[in-house]
């Protein structure tokens, strides 16, 4: 999940400022977290990055579900957001499943990383988001495992040339019925 506008954004708040907003944001984010039985790899500036096991995610469509609520948080925070910051949080999510490897990495600063095609995949539907101009994306092979949801309406997309992978991935667009 990646901030929209967040370049823009920062520079309005100041770096301090810009701080407080992001906390705020991924602290109000915690209760879906748990809810939805997401696991956070990482922040990365302005982003977060969840993983779920394949049994997790596609159970009640929690992968699916946790971006649009957090939509929905959002919407409701509107007032607080824009009278403490004048912006009110909203992000473009890329969604995808496959294997990955998890081993640790580096000597002076060790981490455990996440490594695998799927990473780099979902970073590249993520970014097309701002593209398409959609909010949330996913891949054809997470549909494929999702139970269908009458309050999800699913946008195929068709076939879309992702910056760096040699093969086209086929995505599609998810909006709740209800916004």
Known sequence: MDLKSSTTIAEKLGDKIYLEFMSEAF????????????E?????????????????????????????????????????Y????????QFRTGIHVGDLVIGEVGVLKREIALIG????TTA??????RECG?????????????????????????TVALRGKIAGAELFAVKSVFS
């Open 134 to 158: 959609h909010d949330l994306l996913i891949s054809k092979d997470l549909l494929e495992k999702l139970a269908g949801d009458p309050d999800l309406n699913v946008i195929p997309l068709g």
């Open 82 to 89: 824009q009278s403490r910051y004048g912006h009110i949080p």
């Open 117 to 120: 095609d799927v990473m780099n």
């Open 124 to 129: 590249r539907i993520a970014g097309h988001c």
């Open 27 to 38: 602290a109000d984010m915690t209760e879906a977290i748990i809810s939805r039985r997401a």
């Open 40 to 80: 956070i790899y990482k922040y990365v500036g302005d982003e977060i990055i969840l993983t779920w096991s394949l049994s997790r995610g596609i159970a009640d469509n929690n992968c699916l579900k946790f971006p649009l609520e957090i939509q929905r948080l959002f919407v409701a925070s509107a007032g607080r």
